[in-house]
């Protein structure tokens, strides 16, 4: 059974920070690994999918990486802003069998 | 395009009611599905679909159950409520196995007492 930790739990940093966010999983043989934003009290927003024959994905300054062999997977945020504030899950998909990490709460002071 | 919507978004009810949860998805997407979301926590697949008339268990069905009568819609059924069904509801849909980004919608918010 496929299981996802994301550590830290919470974050809290400066405006302008770069910071890397992190996703283990125990099961190596997934389809893709998708990063999803969630804002308070609302829905989920992907931000990044990686295929299984994928190392990383880049959208603006998100980059997302994946090591399918040491079950891991990294969000990079870089120069980090104010609005970046919210929770942030990686999920692991098994053959239509999604599984979802906690989240790591990300504060962004200014 | 509204995309994913679902109704209600808030819903009291009482140990032993029934109730079903809708949603609607615009985008004709082939696929979509139901999590839920306890508190501090990650989502949990519920129940999906590949298309309409094919419907499958995820993670948590028990408790639950869906129908899948056309593209659009994909109503989640609660039989008997429970306080442990109280949570937070999402539907989602995609529209391609292979790059499988899913759309959701805003949620409902149940709670069982």
């Known amino acids: 059974k496929q299981e996802v930790t994301q550590i830290p739990a919470a974050l809290s940093v400066p405006e302008g920070e770069n910071l890397v966010l992190n996703c283990s999983f125990t099961?190596?043989?997934?389809?893709?690994l998708q990063w999803f934003r969630q804002d308070p009290g609302k829905g989920l927003t992907s931000l990044l999918l990686i295929q299984s024959s994928q190392r990383e994905q880049t959208s603006g300054r998100l980059n997302a990486s994946l090591d399918k062999s040491s079950g891991r997977s990294t969000l990079y945020i870089a120069a980090s802003q104010p609005g970046d504030s919210a929770t942030y899950l990686c999920?692991?998909?098994?053959?239509?069998?999604?599984?979802f990490g906690a989240g790591t709460r990300l504060t962004v002071k200014p | 395009n509204a995309g994913v919507t679902q109704t209600p978004k808030f819903r009291i009810l009482k140990i032993g009611q029934s109730m079903t949860l809708q949603c609607t998805q615009d985008m004709n997407h082939n696929y979509m599905y139901w999590y839920r979301q306890d508190p501090g926590m990650g989502l949990k697949l519920i129940y999906y679909s590949v298309g309409a008339g094919i419907t499958d268990k995820g993670e948590v069905p028990n408790g639950y159950n869906v129908s899948r009568s056309t593209t659009e819609d994909f109503p989640l059924r609660l039989e008997l409520a429970a306080p442990s069904q109280t949570s937070v509801y999402f539907c989602?849909?995609?529209?391609?196995?292979?790059?499988?980004?899913?759309?959701f919608g805003p949620g409902t918010r149940l709670t069982v007492t």
């Open positions: 099961d190596s043989a997934i389809y893709n």
């Open positions: 989602a849909s995609s529209d391609d196995r292979s790059s499988y980004e899913q759309y």
């Open positions: 999920a692991a998909d098994n053959n239509n069998d999604m599984r």
